[in-house]
């Protein structure tokens, strides 16, 4: 065992040139390449079989390399070149190292690649009316994992694909987005239309990856020829957001006019509606003392004494959730305040939703959907 054990090291420690270079004439004897180690001199290598040096000390580190992005034909060289390649010497890996280091402090500033790099830099700086001319002017295409691209855009922008296209090509984009994603378009569609691509995801087991690169492609391709909407938001999500920060009154005159012109969409409006009255159905309670954290006390106030009476079930379940000392406290101070104005108590209620939803914007808490 001993002995086999010595014959591996040796075996791993003499093929040193074995880096898809021929071998120099005669070879060297073992013993005498161990005995001369310390003064190795670093091999002449090709830029290729540096960067598959580099790329498999990253990978050793455990660091995550991001090959994906680079063109498939360099992936693939890349992936040859390394099969070809077994030991390396450690001078030659430390000259290796030391190169690259020196490269990469030369470096004072890297540009994106290409048009679309470009535009991908500046996507937040430039208009995307601006950002769609130039692609159609350049006849840019997205480069790299089209999926990228797809998995970024608004959700509801790939719902018509799930709508128009075959249940294949819907399963495939279904399968490559986020199971939160997936799940909320599967629900935006017809029953039947759902159950067919639903079953269509449990076939898609043998399609292979060129397949479902080509779908990407195709789909982001047509996805970038649709035409800019002028609002970020559908209709539904502007009008919700609009009676939100309306009047009581206001807000159900209107959604009153919405059933009788179009009750499909005055209901997914009710939907998008959030306001103080919805807080103990949408709300958990362990929530509440994020959102009295940083209100400003006097606006919480006023705006459990207003409610108090035609939304006390909305009072009740704030003061519940909090600790019965501060809710004795807050009940004192709403008694002491008396009638509050309208204008007063309706703004003091919106103060506190749109805390609600500034904290729903940073991920701290989440509004629980009204169907469930």
């Not at 004439?25 to 005498?32: E, F, M, T």
């Not at 608004?154 to 495939?172: G, N």
């Not at 949408?282 to 459990?304: G, S, Y």
């Amino acid at each position: 065992m001993a002995d086999a054990g010595e014959e591996a090291l040796e075996n791993a420690l003499t093929p040193i040139d074995d880096l898809g270079l021929p071998a120099r004439a005669g070879g060297q004897d073992p013993a005498l390449a161990r005995q001369s180690r310390g003064a190795q001199m670093p091999k002449r290598l090709s830029r290729k079989q540096k960067a598959a040096i580099v790329v498999r000390l990253l990978l050793a580190e455990g660091l995550d390399v991001p090959l994906n992005t680079l063109d498939e034909d360099l992936q693939e060289e890349l992936t040859l070149q390394m099969s070809s390649m077994r030991f390396v010497d450690r001078a030659t890996v430390k000259a290796v190292v030391d190169e690259f280091v020196s490269e990469m402090e030369d470096i004072g500033l890297s540009f994106a690649g290409g048009l679309e790099g470009a535009l991908k830099t500046l996507e937040k700086s430039i208009s995307p009316a601006t950002a769609a001319r130039i692609r159609k002017q350049g006849g840019v295409r997205a480069t790299g994992d089209p999926w990228e691209t797809i998995v970024g855009l608004d959700p509801l922008r790939l719902l018509p694909v799930l709508e128009e296209e075959s249940v294949e090509i819907a399963a495939v984009l279904l399968s490559k987005l986020k199971v939160s994603t997936a799940a909320e378009l599967l629900g935006r569609l017809s029953g039947p239309r759902a159950r067919r691509v639903a079953y269509a995801v449990s076939l898609t087991g043998a399609i292979e990856p060129e397949v479902v690169e080509k779908v990407g492609r195709s789909l982001a391709e047509q996805l970038d020829a649709q035409p800019l909407r002028a609002f970020a938001d559908g209709p539904v999500e502007r009008v919700g957001a609009i009676l939100n920060f309306s009047p009581a009154a206001t807000r159900d005159e209107v959604l009153q006019g919405l059933d009788e012109d179009d009750a499909v969409f005055a209901a997914e409006v009710r939907k998008a509606i959030f306001t103080f009255a919805n807080i103990p159905q949408r709300l958990d309670p362990r929530d509440i003392p994020k959102v009295t954290k940083d209100l400003d006390q006097a606006q919480l106030i006023t705006a459990l004494a207003f409610a108090t009476g035609e939304m006390g079930e909305v009072v009740e379940f704030i003061l519940g959730a909090m600790s019965k000392r501060l809710a004795e406290q807050l009940r004192e101070e709403m008694a002491n305040l008396g009638k509050v104005k309208p204008g007063d108590g309706e703004a003091a209620m919106n103060a506190v939703v749109n805390a609600i939803r500034e904290l729903e914007a940073a991920g701290e808490v989440l509004l629980i959907a009204e169907d469930e």
